[in-house]
């Protein structure tokens, strides 16, 4: 496979570079700005006991709802705010730091690797299908996918503890909740021990290696989508897709998007965006498979991340395929109760350019407030899933 690509390659070198240069821009423009703060905050974040704050606090909740410890519920948090990579990244230093096992780390990474607010409202909606009012149907498709894979996954915990015993220990003990979360973080501050200074040079250090590796991966399948297209091995898979889509009565023209998705999540969502001939929720519903299912390039990040932990990439693939489902599913079904919201949602969104580092500046408070509405939503499910329980459990 990597003797045919460099063959392609060097069949097409001045395209090879366009595309090269493309992916550069897109990683600049795109990426850049939306994910290396976050690289630098999840490090201070975690050597000043913030992690195990929240942690402490969600422990009760997550392991009920996710069979997953406290800190993952500010993994999905950040995640959700921060967009992939992230929450592989945070999932790594968990691991590292022996707060999760095989199977949770597995499942982590699998639900809070998502795009962030700031692509999904500048790149996608804004830049991509010119329209801004889409952007609260993208996000509750894409973020409500991702907890309902989370959810699912629960499932295949079965033989660890379910939670409710951990739970039942910790309300046991005499101390209030809120102040074990804060002994919490300060005895992990203290484990540190790193001063800020430190601190912030490790976050940078780690950063920019990430933002690297992240524009190199890219750059690689930006290359690889152009010279497949141009060898017209691109249309050959078209061709399959469309069948295939036909069966399911989904139009055709947007096979396109989804090979292009297939390898790359922003090349995916523009093609989808600029579909024609086609109805909008059906351009919306593959834009939010695409956006989920994320693209073999951001696979290729995630794995790259998680390297040295035994995540398998079998399921990691699988996972993301079934919350690409859930998430086009949502699309497409709530578009008639969405449709005549979408002018007064156009009201609470800033006009920005679609990327870049203006539109980061524009829509970064959407990113705190995915923040915030994910760390309320688990207490939110968490008594949902309280009042449900006792009409499904068996008698």
Do not use: C
């Not at 800020?196 to 990430?210: A, K, N, V």
């Not at 600029?274 to 696979?299: D, K, N, R």
Request: charged fraction near 15%; glycine fraction near 10%; charge should be positive.
């Amino acid at each position: 496979m990597s003797v045919a690509v460099l063959a392609l390659v060097l069949a097409f070198p001045r395209e090879s570079v366009e595309a090269g240069l493309t992916g550069v821009a897109i990683w600049w423009d795109v990426l850049f700005p939306s994910l290396f703060p976050f690289f630098v905050v999840s490090e201070l974040m975690l050597g000043f006991g913030i992690v195990h704050f929240f942690g402490k606090l969600l422990d009760p909740m997550m392991r009920p709802l996710f069979r997953l410890p406290g800190p993952g519920g500010f993994v999905m948090a950040m995640g959700f705010a921060s967009g992939y990579p992230v929450g592989a990244r945070l999932t790594s230093q968990l691991w590292d730091a022996r707060l999760v096992n095989r199977g949770e780390s597995e499942r982590l990474v699998a639900f809070t690797t998502t795009a962030d607010p700031i692509f999904l409202i500048g790149a996608v909606a804004v830049g991509f299908f010119h329209d801004a009012t889409l952007a609260p149907l993208l996000a509750a498709a894409h973020y409500g996918g991702a907890v309902l894979l989370g959810l699912l996954l629960r499932l295949q915990s079965r033989g660890e503890p379910s939670g409710e015993a951990s739970a039942a220990a910790d309300d046991g003990r005499k101390r209030p909740l809120l102040l074990r979360a804060f002994d919490a973080m300060h005895d992990a501050r203290l484990s540190d021990g790193r001063p800020f200074g430190e601190l912030l040079l490790d976050g940078i250090r780690s950063g920019l290696r990430l933002i690297v590796v992240v524009g190199g991966l890219v750059v690689f399948f930006s290359v690889v989508i152009e010279v497949l297209t141009l060898a017209r091995v691109v249309t050959v898979m078209q061709g399959v897709v469309a069948f295939a889509l036909g069966l399911f009565a989904i139009p055709a023209p947007l096979a396109e998007a989804v090979v292009n998705g297939l390898f790359e999540v922003t090349l995916g969502a523009k093609t989808a965006g600029a579909a024609t001939g086609i109805s909008l929720q059906a351009q919306v519903a593959i834009a939010s498979f695409g956006l989920s299912w994320a693209g073999l390039s951001v696979h290729a990040q995630i794995m790259s991340i998680v390297s040295h932990m035994p995540v398998r990439y079998g399921k990691y693939a699988a996972a993301k395929a079934l919350q690409g489902l859930f998430s086009g599913a949502i699309a497409y079904f709530a578009w008639p109760l969405f449709a005549p919201f979408r002018e007064s949602a156009a009201a609470w969104i800033p006009a920005a350019s679609p990327s870049g580092w203006s539109a980061a500046a524009a829509y970064a408070p959407f990113a705190g407030l995915a923040f915030l509405v994910s760390l309320a939503a688990v207490p939110a499910v968490y008594v949902l899933y309280r009042l449900l329980r006792p009409l499904v459990r068996p008698r």
